[in-house]
Structure formats: structure tokens, C-alpha cells
């Protein structure tokens, strides 16, 4: 069992125990996204969220608008978000839904999901590491956290060569030419 750091004991063992994009994270969202273009589109409780790939819950993207309702995961928005900074800009042009993206587009991804979430109050990369998991994203060393720390060097080159992050892993707020 995953124990939420520091900020509450409450166990995170399932899907429902994820943070969610409730007002005040979209608007946190908005302006953390608003470098690279991307807007928020909030979407009302029960309503079918346009662009969502997976369906259900998960955040959905359609150009430059990212699709989120209340109880959308802040894991599924800044993936999604992830994917709009990392696409080529003949993908990004046409986006509606699928992001297409390769094995090491992916994980340029998730990385940068990661330290995305370093950048919005009371989230953090180890919170966004503990919910990736608990939402059943999957590594070959069995956590985000393993992953991130210890296999991601790839992940993180192209983020480099794409001059999304630069050598410190700050990201540079460009997305990908």
C-alpha cells in the first residue's frame, strides 16, 4: 500500500484515491499550460469529455484544448498536456484525440508529467509518482518512482534534444519544433 506524503495519511490503493482537477487545480492548470498554449476547457459533471482516449474520467485533447472535468485525474491532465508539448508540429496541427506518439515520445511523456506536477501547489513529482501507480501506468522496474529515478535517462535525453527540458530537468516551456 502507497501512503500519500507528508500532506495527509490517507492510503492511495485505488483509482478513486487520486488528486482530481477540481476549480482551483484547473485554474492552476491553466496558467502553468498557458506558455505553450494550451487551454483549459472545463467539461460539467456527467458529460461525455470530448478528445478522451481512454474515456470515463481521463482528460481529453482536441488541438489545443485539453478536456477536463472535475473528477478528471491531474496524472491524465498533465499526460495529455505531456502530449501536446512533445508532438511534432505536423501531429499537433491535426490532434483530435489519438496523440499518436511513439515508445520514446511516451516516455518523454511521463517524465515530463512528472516534473510538471513539481509546478502545481499540493501536487509535487511524488504525489504524481504515487497516483501514476495507483492508476495502474506501468514500468519495468514496477513504480514511476524506480522508473524516474533509476531507467528514465532516455526519457529524459529527448526531452533534452527536443528542448522541451534542459540539462537541470527544468523544462523550458517550448514544446516540441
Not at 4 to 12: E, G, H, L, Q
Not at 138 to 163: M, N, P, V, Y
Request: glycine content about 6%; hydrophobic content about 35%.
Amino acid at each position: 500500500m502507497h501512503v500519500v506524503p507528508d500532506d495527509t495519511s490517507a492510503p492511495v490503493t485505488d483509482p478513486i484515491n487520486v488528486l482530481n482537477c477540481d476549480q482551483q487545480r484547473q485554474q492552476q492548470l491553466a496558467e502553468l499550460l498557458k506558455p505553450y498554449g494550451i487551454e483549459i476547457e472545463h467539461v460539467a459533471e456527467h458529460d461525455v469529455i470530448q478528445g478522451s482516449f481512454f474515456g470515463e474520467r481521463e482528460a481529453g485533447l482536441i488541438g489545443n484544448k485539453l478536456y477536463l472535468r472535475h473528477d478528471t485525474p491531474i496524472h491524465s491532465a498533465l499526460h495529455e498536456a505531456g502530449h501536446y508539448i512533445c508532438m511534432d508540429p505536423a501531429r499537433r496541427e491535426k490532434l483530435d484525440t489519438d496523440a499518436e506518439g511513439d515508445y520514446d515520445e511516451e516516455n518523454g511523456v511521463c517524465f515530463l508529467q512528472i516534473l510538471l506536477a513539481e509546478h502545481l501547489a499540493d501536487v509535487g513529482k511524488e504525489r504524481m509518482m504515487i497516483d501514476m501507480d495507483s492508476w495502474g501506468y506501468t514500468f519495468r522496474l514496477g513504480s514511476a518512482k524506480a522508473w524516474f529515478e533509476h531507467d528514465a535517462e532516455d526519457a529524459q535525453q529527448w526531452l533534452i534534444e527536443h528542448q522541451i527540458i534542459n540539462v537541470n530537468k527544468n523544462p523550458t516551456w517550448q514544446f516540441r519544433q
